[in-house]
């Protein structure tokens, strides 16, 4: 992993270290003292992915971004590794939706937390209660499951049309494949 760092005009990527320290040290303006230097380090060897900055006096700061880009250029062409990072996230993305519709016939275990819709005799007014509802079917896939459990809930007369079924995404959805027996 490397260290992009930048103040005002003066940028680098560095390997290692020591490097950034020498690059920090050239500028004037910035005190390189000990406190400076394990932060640093440890923000180097640790594993937050996220960019630091460090405050130099008053509104002025610098930047450290790590990155594997190996030159300036690289991480300027590659706009500092966001590209990668999207990229990486929608590939998990597709590959979250193709495990959904894996063809896996069997048995599933399937529960689901939803806002059902309960009109009070009282007052006529609707009120929302959470409903958790579990079942074992037999489907093709998980989004074959979530299909069918979305269908009998909307089915069913006891269930009113405008309760709210979560995603098959969401925390409130879960489903386990039980096997073909």
Known sequence: MNLYIRYFDSEVVVTDINKAIDFLSSIPEIDVDEFLVNDLTQYYKGNM???KRYKVRGR???????T????LEEFKLN?????AVK???????????????????G???AGMLFRRVVQMPMDGKC?????DFRVRLKATSIQDCYDRVCDHLRNRYDVDMRSQLPSIKGKNFSCQYLGME
């Open 49 to 51: 992915p996220y960019p």
């Open 60 to 66: 002025n700061y610098f930047i450290v971004i790590k």
């Open 68 to 71: 594997t880009a190996q030159s």
């Open 79 to 83: 706009a500092g590794g966001a590209r």
């Open 87 to 105: 990229e990486d996230a929608s590939l998990r993305k597709e590959a979250e939706m193709m495990d959904l519709q894996r063809f896996r016939p």
């Open 107 to 109: 048995w599933y275990a």
């Open 127 to 131: 009120q929302y209660f959470d409903t």
